[in-house]
């Protein structure tokens, strides 16, 4: 088979596609690990939760509140869906996780899991597990854009913009404003701060509410592009643990890098080899746990 | 009460329990029973004694499953051998994966082996001898031995014959059982608890901390996969439900809705999940809703789970 250049671009850019995605999933995941000492396994259900508030808002929200001409737009969405399930987020905290921090680190997955299959089966009831069209997608952004070297859906490339426009803003914030030292610091030794008259416990509750807003965030983002599913957190949720292996979720910027990084290989991957592209992730993870055992950008405890 | 902390009264009555139950219960029922108790009680073996999550089990689970399915159905092969055959590809399988996971902890531990158990998914549904979507089905149960017929799985008009299968199943989990047993109170159970209590101690008096938590991972990984062996000679089918993260999380939940680090927690928590599965099986997919609220309850309530609450209670470990 010839392999051109157009055909491995093109991959490739559709793999970045997805990296943005593994790459915003995994920064949520690292920044409430950061802080929470807990891995949000109701990432990739909150995700799913960020395309179905997306989804329904267009086609539903409206018959409800008795305005049937009522459609929450896309623009509109990407804002509302985040606040929402950063809501969501900022009560399972408040009311759940909270309780748990001082038991170990592992009844924090549990419980998450356990949300995860909560939000999931309720989904699965109510909505078609081959997904449902979201068809909001804005006119502005129909059609392709020339790349030079391939054209490209303009869809696509605003995801890609976008994306990476909240993930440098988010690694901004945290490392280089007077509120992310906090949040370090946080990190590093909470009695410390609260000592300093930080409130930790309300750091913590915003924490977990931004990072699970970033996985709605990125659930609206997917909606146009992917079907709405009840499953799509779940196939998500495990690729982007891979990619938390293999960056480790010490670092902000690794978990960013990490999961554009993956993107773009499963991409290639799909090219040169396609049916090994839904492994390839797990793949390097293998080989990552036998060379660097602690993680690209990790630092073993 | 004797030296390993429980009464030697009950265990004569779980094994008289276990002799009579398929005349008074559904015997595939007590069956599925059985193979999830093991199957819990191996996953036991590592979080309990060992301290280490893993959320890959379905892996070895429904790994065994379809290599016992396939040595039977298409290599003609008798039942025991089948079983032993998928025991071995589990230990064989647990091997590798144990080797990748043991060089992360804690937190890690737990995603590396669900990542990993998601490549033996993603084999399962590919491999042009799994059946992809439809899995192995059909799968004979055959003779033990070439001589016992383990076709029928009830009795058929009162006379016990019919039971073989159940009472191979049911020799077969007292063995993984005994071993489980014998594993925990030996003087290398004592070393896998010292290093779930305090892992740098443990390093620090010299055992070689990794050997151990391989071992015990290896012993574990078999065990669940002789339960998962058994599981499709009794349902005759292996699919790719028994190799899903939903296995590996179901397992968990008995393990720790019954006791984590007990010898009876894993049976009575599988005997509750497969209870309610069979009674709520007209809810449909909201059984997903319920499995995932008890896991909220549990790690909110009572994390000690059931039987660990009632040892509380009665300030003896059981």
């Given at each position: ?35 929470l000492?807990i ?45 929402v ?6 009560v ?53 854009v ?29 490392e ?12 590093e ?18 924490t ?56 773009m ?10 049916p090994?592209?839904s ?23 | ?14 094994i ?30 590592l ?26 159905k ?30 992360r ?55 016990p ?9 049911f ?62 000679l ?17 397992v ?34 909201w059984?997903t809703?319920?499995i995932?609220?008890?896991f ?6 009572f994390?000690?789970g ?5 040892g ?7």
């Amino acid at each position: 088979m010839e392999i051109s250049f157009q055909m491995v671009m093109s991959q490739v850019m559709l793999g970045l596609n997805n990296g943005v995605f593994y790459a915003i999933l995994s920064l949520g995941l690292a920044v409430i690990f950061g802080l929470l000492n807990i891995v949000n396994f109701a990432h990739g259900a909150l995700y799913m939760l960020g395309a179905y508030v997306a989804l329904l808002g267009f086609t539903s929200l409206g018959p409800l509140i008795g305005m049937p001409d009522f459609h929450l737009n896309y623009w509109a969405a990407l804002i509302v869906s985040p606040v929402v399930v950063g809501a969501f987020g900022i009560v399972v905290e408040r009311t759940m996780l909270r309780r748990l921090y001082k038991f170990d680190h592992l009844y924090g997955l549990l419980l998450t899991f356990g949300l995860a299959l909560i939000i999931q089966g309720v989904f699965t009831n109510f909505f078609n597990v081959s997904g449902d069209p979201y068809d909001a997608k804005p006119e502005i952004l129909n059609g392709v854009v020339n790349l030079g070297f391939m054209m490209f859906p303009k869809y696509r490339l605003w995801v890609i913009v976008v994306s990476l426009l909240v993930c440098f803003g988010t690694w901004y914030v945290i490392e280089r404003t007077k509120l992310g030292s906090y949040l370090r610091a946080g990190t590093e030794n909470p009695e410390l701060v609260k000592a300093f008259g930080v409130n930790v416990p309300l750091m913590i509750t915003l924490t977990y509410g931004y990072g699970v807003a970033l996985a709605a965030f990125a659930g609206v983002l997917a909606a146009p592009i992917y079907s709405v599913s009840p499953v799509m957190g779940s196939e998500m949720i495990i690729t982007v643990f891979a990619v938390v292996v293999i960056g480790g979720m010490g670092s902000i910027m690794g978990s960013i890098v990490t999961g554009l990084l993956l993107g773009m290989v499963e991409g290639f991957t799909k090219v040169v080899y396609a049916p090994a592209s839904s492994t390839v992730i797990f793949l390097i993870m293998v080989i990552v746990l036998l060379v660097k055992p602690a993680g690209l950008f990790g630092k073993e405890s | 009460m004797n030296k390993y902390g429980m009464n030697r009264y009950v265990w004569v009555l779980l094994i008289v329990l276990g002799l009579v139950a398929p005349f008074v219960v559904y015997p595939i029922f007590m069956m599925k029973l059985l193979c999830f108790a093991l199957f819990a009680s191996a996953f036991n073996l590592l979080l309990g004694y060992t301290g280490l999550l893993s959320f890959g089990h379905a892996a070895f689970f429904g790994g065994a499953s379809y290599v016992t399915g396939y040595l039977v159905k298409n290599s003609g092969l008798t039942p025991e051998l089948g079983v032993l055959g998928g025991t071995l590809f589990a230990a064989l399988l647990g091997y590798i994966v144990g080797s990748l996971a043991i060089r992360r902890q804690g937190i890690y531990f737990a995603m590396v082996t669900l990542a990993l158990a998601q490549i033996v998914y993603f084999v399962a549904l590919k491999a042009p001898f799994t059946g992809g979507e439809d899995g192995l089905q059909g799968i004979p149960r055959g003779d033990l031995f070439g001589l016992i017929n383990l076709r029928h799985a009830y009795h058929v008009g009162g006379s016990p014959l019919g039971l073989n299968l159940y009472y191979f199943v049911f020799a077969m989990f007292c063995l993984g059982f005994w071993i489980i047993h014998r594993t925990i109170h030996s003087p290398f159970g004592q070393v896998l608890k010292a290093i779930r209590e305090n892992e740098p101690r443990a390093v620090s008096l010299g055992y070689k901390v990794e050997r151990f938590k391989l071992i015990a991972f290896v012993i574990s990984a078999a065990l669940a996969g002789m339960a998962g062996a058994m599981k499709s000679l009794v349902f005759q089918l292996a699919s790719l439900t028994d190799v899903s993260w939903h296995t590996s999380g179901e397992v968990v939940l008995m393990t720790l809705l019954g006791g984590v680090g007990t010898v009876l927690g894993p049976l009575v928590g599988a005997f509750t999940v497969v209870t309610l599965q069979s009674e709520l099986s007209s809810v449909g997919s909201w059984i997903t809703v319920i499995i995932g609220s008890i896991f909220v309850i549990c790690v909110l309530l009572f994390r000690r789970g059931f039987i660990g609450e009632l040892g509380r209670l009665l300030k003896r470990s059981l």
